[in-house]
């Protein structure tokens, strides 16, 4: 058997085994639920009241965009809405939907062609791995048509079409005002070597480089950068962040500088050292790896830093993280039988997470970008909900997939064995 045949093969073997993961998962999560046809679920009243206050309007004219009752861009409301108009199948339909959403979105990171075998199904398995996956793929929410648009960004931009990129990424902020972090995290990764010093650079561990106008950098950041900006023709639309019937409807989406919430952004890191960090390492072997990285004095930088800032600004007995995580900590440490050291303890695992993201990451490249903007954004999260890590976690899984993460990525070669093409295929016509 030739090695082509052999390569074949194995690709095959790992396509079918992503369709059987893919159907095992939301097979018993459908079957949890009873099919799609279940009762209206939390938040789901709101998303779908609203898509039905659209179908109602149909279609929907400049006045009714801009003054819908909720502060997020309609883009879901508008695909769901359009379902429903055209078929009547009620809330099942939208459902229907969005889990069609949230497999294609776990097809780009599980049927991609990665940088070796059995490397894109572990990243999918990885993604499964948070709970929040396909639990919001089953319901009609936001995240998921959200995260898929991001995802589609990178994807298309590793595949050297960053104009139809930035279109990605401007229906990912269609979709939710947020997601703006991914495509300014893009562009800050690639123009930032282009601007700082190349001491700095070569301290914060990146590739020294001069500043040219002529340097493609530039040229394809440019429609990222126009997507990213297209938070700003909302903005002017809305006339705010949001529709202002929303926005009043919804007060705590109005945070001033002095509601911040360090914690929050301490609590995202958290995140992403449980259902990125922990899961990675061991999928992919890695423990040695990390053993290695948190005997750095980098690290012993990283974990003092830590420390500081959880004692400081985590409230000890806060209640404020939602998720399975925080649910599971105060499970494994009742206060009821460990009393006052059940907060502490608690804390120290957040902290002892938050240290394995830092130190995963301690590189000066789109995931330090990435995960900057995300823990900057929720700062002004009106709370710490881990849902709302799914497009972080989707990236990330995504990148991993395409290269090891061990030295700063540059997305734009990550699949350099592939054939480039040509300027009209690029998507900048």
Not at 181 to 206: C, I, K, M, Y
Not at 334 to 352: H, K, N, Q, T, V
Request: aromatic share 14%; hydrophobic share 55%.
């Amino acid at each position: 058997m030739t090695q082509h045949l052999r390569t074949a093969v194995a690709t095959l073997r790992e396509r079918w085994a992503f369709f059987a993961l893919l159907v095992v998962a939301f097979s018993i999560a459908l079957a949890y639920r009873g099919g799609l046809h279940f009762d209206v679920f939390l938040d789901e009243y709101w998303f779908w009241r609203q898509t039905l206050w659209f179908v109602d309007r149909w279609p929907p004219g400049i006045h009714e965009l801009r003054n819908y009752p909720e502060p997020m861009t309609p883009l879901s409301f508008l695909v769901w809405g359009v379902v429903e108009w055209s078929t009547g199948a009620g809330i099942a339909g939208a459902r229907l939907t969005t889990l069609a959403m949230g497999a294609v979105l776990l097809g780009l990171i599980g049927l991609q062609r990665s940088v070796a075998p059995g490397v894109a199904l572990r990243t999918c398995i990885g993604l499964l791995v948070f709970p929040y996956t396909v639990a919001l793929s089953i319901h009609v929410y936001t995240d998921v048509p959200a995260a898929l648009f991001t995802v589609g960004g990178f994807w298309l931009y590793a595949r050297r079409r960053p104009g139809l990129a930035g279109l990605s990424f401007a229906l990912a902020i269609a979709t939710r005002q947020y997601m703006v972090v991914f495509p300014a995290a893009l562009v800050a990764a690639e123009l930032t070597p282009l601007v700082l010093p190349n001491g700095l650079l070569r301290t914060l561990g990146a590739e020294p480089a001069s500043f040219r106008w002529s340097d493609p950098r530039i040229a394809r950041s440019l429609p990222i950068a126009l997507g990213a900006a297209s938070l700003l023709a909302w903005i002017a639309f809305f006339g705010g962040l949001g529709p202002q019937h929303g926005l009043d409807d919804w007060p705590r989406h109005n945070v001033s500088v002095a509601g911040l919430e360090p914690a929050y952004a301490l609590y995202f890191l958290t995140c992403v050292g449980a259902y990125f960090v922990v899961p990675e390492t061991l999928l992919f072997g890695r423990v040695r790896k990390m053993q290695e990285l948190l005997l750095t004095p980098r690290a012993l930088f990283f974990g003092l830093g830590l420390a500081l800032l959880y004692v400081i600004l985590f409230p000890i007995e806060s209640d404020v993280p939602m998720g399975p995580l925080n649910r599971a900590a105060r499970l494994l440490l009742p206060s009821e039988y460990l009393g006052p050291f059940s907060g502490a303890i608690r804390l120290m695992a957040y902290g002892g997470l938050a240290w394995l993201a830092c130190v995963r990451f301690a590189r000066f490249d789109l995931v330090f970008w990435m995960l900057l903007a995300s823990a900057c954004l929720m700062l002004a999260s009106f709370e710490a909900w881990e849902k709302y890590n799914l497009a972080v976690l989707a990236s990330l899984w995504y990148l991993r997939s395409n290269a090891n993460l061990e030295s700063p990525i540059d997305l734009w070669t990550a699949l350099g064995d592939e054939e480039t093409p040509t300027r009209s295929e690029s998507g900048l016509g």
